[in-house]
């Protein structure tokens, strides 16, 4: 999916993440803590995902605020990772500039000796984040560009959404 978040210039930030959770409160992503997007989070915590699925000629647009996912959840996934990601994970300082793809892979092999025969700790500058949906879109491709769209708002009442049909 396609996160986008504002910068702290206020400028827009997107990028693709992967959905790696989907509660009836909110949908999961996993990421570095100190990576660009994480910041901006911290800073703001208003975002946006969009879902395409090609061969469906569907979109999904789902937006709110994202909260941090507790730490127990992260460690619990962070185990399920295959090895490779999980140091990759721990040497990164995602966003940050980097040397030399030599240096990374330099980082990566040191700690793989390190840690030889022994399970990767899931490092603090790992985590994740749930938004939690304040508005739905749905968005069917149909012929010509009579697309259906509808769009899911909160009502004051928990769990029911007032549902507009939008013009393509
Ligand atoms: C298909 C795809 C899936 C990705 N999934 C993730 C992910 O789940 N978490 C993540 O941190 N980065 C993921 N990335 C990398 C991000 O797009 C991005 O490059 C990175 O998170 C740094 O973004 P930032 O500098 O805005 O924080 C993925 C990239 C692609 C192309």
Same mark, same amino acid.
């Given at each position: ?133 304040? #508005? @739905? %879109? +749905?968005?069917?491709?149909? $012929?010509?560009? =009579?697309? *259906? #769209? @509808? %769009? +899911?708002?909160?009502?004051? $009442?928990?769990? =029911?959404? *007032? ?6």
């Amino acid at each position: 999916m396609c996160l986008a978040t504002i910068g702290l210039d206020g400028s827009p930030a997107a990028r693709m993440v992967l959905l790696k959770g989907l509660q009836p409160e909110g949908l999961d992503f996993f990421t570095c803590l100190q990576s660009q997007k994480a910041n901006q989070l911290s800073a703001d915590p208003r975002a946006c995902l969009d879902f395409w699925w090609s061969p469906l000629n569907r979109q999904v647009v789902v937006s709110g605020q994202v909260e941090p996912l507790r730490r127990k959840l992260v460690e619990k996934y962070f185990e399920t990772r295959p090895r490779g990601s999980q140091i990759a994970a721990t040497i990164s300082r995602q966003s940050a500039p980097s040397p030399s793809r030599d240096d990374l892979e330099d980082r990566w092999q040191k700690m793989e000796n390190q840690f030889e025969g022994e399970q990767i700790p899931c490092p603090d500058h790992w985590g994740g984040f749930r938004l939690v949906p304040e #508005r @739905f %879109e +749905f968005w069917q491709g149909r $012929e010509d560009r =009579l697309h *259906d #769209r @509808f %769009e +899911f708002l909160p009502t004051e $009442e928990a769990g =029911l959404w *007032d549902i507009n049909r939008l013009d393509p």
